[in-house]
């Protein structure tokens, strides 16, 4: 039987840890969250929930569609027609899907039935004894023929570079010429639904997106907000203080969330959000001794889906090369 070790929890690492698995792989996930998903996120705060990573997905391949279906009949996603359309978004013709309990759910659900080591953070990786050797943070020791590495390219390059791993030139420059945009998200804990018309709001000022979570069908128990701010404010921002950053976004929404109305605010920072600029394939075969990929959404057509293709591809390589 052939191994597979996979860095990231995220769609791109859990669909080729599936694929892999069908296809009798000996597969194990790992990954330095507490929980799977990645990007794939929902964070509770009191009774609400709110998603702070990603906030949606469309499914415009027959791969994808067909997971899709999976998820709708398992009661997992739901199919989402948020009222306001956002004037950037290229598959606005496409049906969009939530996760019905928020979008880690989905993620949890990928996972269901695979290896995953999570709190899991690797810090190198090498041949040995003509098998990959991967370290882990906390001393740990993992094993397997092909090595598969799913986390942000700037993380993926800072990995190689703590290993020592002699990449080749025309690799390191395709993994460095991979970025991505950061974000900084606030979600808000509040006493009284919003007074929003809609559940989502596209802004153009320090203010991207603002989802009313309840409205979206996910913090029934108490109603949230996530306000991601703009690409340009949250690279100015990202290093200041989170409190600040909370009440500064919170702030210019009065209309929407007066002072009184709110109970908590929590800010997360994502270095790495969209992938704006991509590896044009889904994934980077390394030049390596072993089999040695790269992928995720920062490889072919990005966001969740983009990241599925990413972890199906290289799960198809894999397949019919070992
Ligand atoms: C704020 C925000 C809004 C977004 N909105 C949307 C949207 O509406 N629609 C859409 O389609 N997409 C959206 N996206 C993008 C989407 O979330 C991502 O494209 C997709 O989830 C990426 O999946 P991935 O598997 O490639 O990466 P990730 O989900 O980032 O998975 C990588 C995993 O690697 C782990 N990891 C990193 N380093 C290590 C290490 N050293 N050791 C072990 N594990 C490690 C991380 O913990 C993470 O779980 C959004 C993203 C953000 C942040």
Same mark, same amino acid.
């Given at each position: 039987?052939?191994?597979?070790?996979?860095?990231?929890?995220?769609?791109?690492?859990?669909?080729?840890?599936?694929?892999?698995?069908?296809?009798?792989?000996?597969?194990?996930?790992?990954?330095?969250?507490?929980?799977?998903?990645?990007? @794939?996120? /929902?964070?509770?705060?009191? *009774? =609400?929930? &709110?998603?702070?990573?990603?906030?949606y %997905?469309?499914? !415009? +391949?027959?791969?994808?569609?067909?997971?899709?279906?999976?998820?709708?009949?398992?009661?997992?996603?739901?199919k989402w027609e948020p009222?306001?359309?956002?004037?950037?978004?290229?598959?606005?013709?496409?049906?969009h899907y939530i996760?019905?309990?928020?979008?880690?759910?989905?993620?949890?659900?990928?996972?269901?039935?695979?290896?995953?080591?999570?709190?899991?953070?690797?810090?190198?990786?090498?041949?040995?004894?003509?098998?990959?050797?991967?370290?882990?943070?906390?001393?740990?020791?993992?094993?397997?023929?092909?090595? @598969?590495? /799913?986390?942000?390219?700037? *993380? =993926?390059? &800072?990995?190689?570079?703590?290993?020592? %791993?002699?990449? !080749? +030139?025309?690799?390191?420059?395709?993994?460095?010429?991979?970025?991505?945009?950061?974000?900084?998200?606030?979600?808000?804990?509040?006493?009284?639904?919003?007074?929003?018309?809609?559940?989502?709001?596209?802004?153009?000022?320090?203010?991207?997106?603002?989802?009313?979570?309840?409205?979206?069908?996910?913090?029934?128990?108490?109603?949230?907000?996530?306000?991601?701010?703009?690409?340009?404010?949250?690279?100015?921002?990202?290093?200041?203080?989170?409190?600040?950053?909370?009440?500064?976004?919170?702030?210019?929404?009065?209309? @929407?969330?007066?002072?009184?109305?709110?109970?908590?605010?929590?800010?997360?920072?994502?270095?790495?959000?969209?992938?704006?600029?991509?590896?044009?394939?889904?994934?980077?075969?390394?030049?390596?001794?072993?089999?040695?990929?790269?992928?995720?959404?920062?490889?072919?057509?990005?966001?969740?889906?983009?990241?599925?293709?990413?972890?199906?591809?290289?799960?198809?390589?894999?397949?019919?090369?070992?």
């Amino acid at each position: 039987m052939s191994s597979s070790l996979i860095i990231g929890a995220g769609m791109a690492g859990l669909t080729t840890a599936r694929e892999l698995r069908l296809q009798g792989w000996d597969v194990i996930v790992l990954d330095k969250g507490r929980g799977v998903g990645g990007r @794939l996120a /929902t964070r509770r705060i009191e *009774q =609400a929930r &709110a998603d702070h990573g990603a906030q949606y %997905f469309s499914a !415009t +391949t027959p791969a994808f569609q067909e997971v899709v279906q999976e998820l709708l009949a398992d009661k997992v996603i739901a199919k989402w027609e948020p009222a306001q359309p956002s004037p950037a978004d290229t598959t606005v013709d496409q049906p969009h899907y939530i996760g019905i309990d928020g979008m880690n759910t989905v993620a949890k659900a990928l996972a269901k039935n695979l290896t995953v080591h999570t709190s899991e953070t690797i810090v190198s990786f090498r041949v040995d004894d003509s098998q990959w050797l991967v370290e882990t943070e906390s001393g740990g020791q993992y094993r397997a023929d092909a090595l @598969l590495i /799913t986390i942000p390219a700037p *993380q =993926a390059l &800072a990995l190689i570079e703590k290993s020592g %791993f002699p990449i !080749t +030139t025309a690799d390191k420059s395709a993994l460095s010429a991979i970025a991505y945009q950061p974000c900084l998200a606030v979600m808000v804990a509040l006493h009284q639904p919003s007074t929003m018309p809609n559940a989502v709001r596209y802004d153009t000022g320090d203010i991207a997106w603002v989802a009313d979570n309840a409205q979206k069908g996910i913090s029934l128990g108490q109603p949230s907000i996530t306000i991601h701010a703009s690409a340009d404010f949250s690279r100015t921002h990202f290093d200041d203080d989170l409190n600040a950053i909370g009440r500064q976004l919170v702030d210019q929404l009065s209309d @929407l969330i007066p002072a009184d109305n709110i109970s908590t605010i929590q800010v997360h920072r994502w270095r790495y959000s969209l992938a704006d600029q991509r590896h044009p394939a889904p994934f980077l075969k390394a030049e390596a001794p072993l089999t040695l990929l790269f992928g995720g959404d920062g490889f072919g057509e990005g966001n969740v889906e983009g990241a599925f293709t990413s972890g199906l591809a290289m799960a198809n390589f894999c397949t019919a090369d070992l």
